[in-house]
């Protein structure tokens, strides 16, 4: 079993900016593609970017495109997600989630990630 570790979260002001880190447990991470996904209070989880295991293809949600940047290290088996410009809406638990099922590109679909980290939570302030 693969565990997943998620930091960085935190409160900010809004304009600020964050950098969550997703961690592995096993080296096999390096060849699954991940998400990160959010919950806010009161709503469902919602895909917000999405690497493939080369890092070669990203993908990201309308709401965060040209703010959030998804990035990973196969060495450190480690996947972040940079997020400037950040606001009030963005407030959520953020959660990052491997699809070790997938050989090219990435998926936006939850039900597709088999392993998921606890969460990390983030607070915009207005």
């Known amino acids: 079993q693969m565990q997943l570790t998620e930091s960085g979260g935190g409160l900010v002001q809004a304009g600020g900016s964050l950098r969550l880190s997703c961690t592995a447990s096993?080296?096999?991470?390096?060849?699954?593609?991940v998400g990160w996904f959010r919950q806010a209070p009161g709503n469902d989880r919602e895909f917000v970017a999405a690497i493939s295991w080369s890092g070669g293809t990203t993908d990201y949600a309308d709401s965060v495109k040209g703010r959030f940047t998804i990035d990973r290290d196969n060495a450190n088996y480690t996947v972040w997600m940079q997020m400037d410009n950040l606001k009030p809406e963005d407030t959520a638990d953020y959660y990052c989630?491997?699809?070790?099922?997938?050989?090219?590109?990435?998926?936006?679909?939850?039900?597709?990630?088999?392993?998921w980290g606890r969460g990390t939570q983030v607070i915009v302030s207005s």
């Open positions: 096993r080296r096999v991470f390096s060849t699954y593609a």
């Open positions: 989630a491997a699809d070790p099922d997938r050989a090219y590109g990435t998926t936006s679909d939850q039900h597709d990630y088999d392993y």
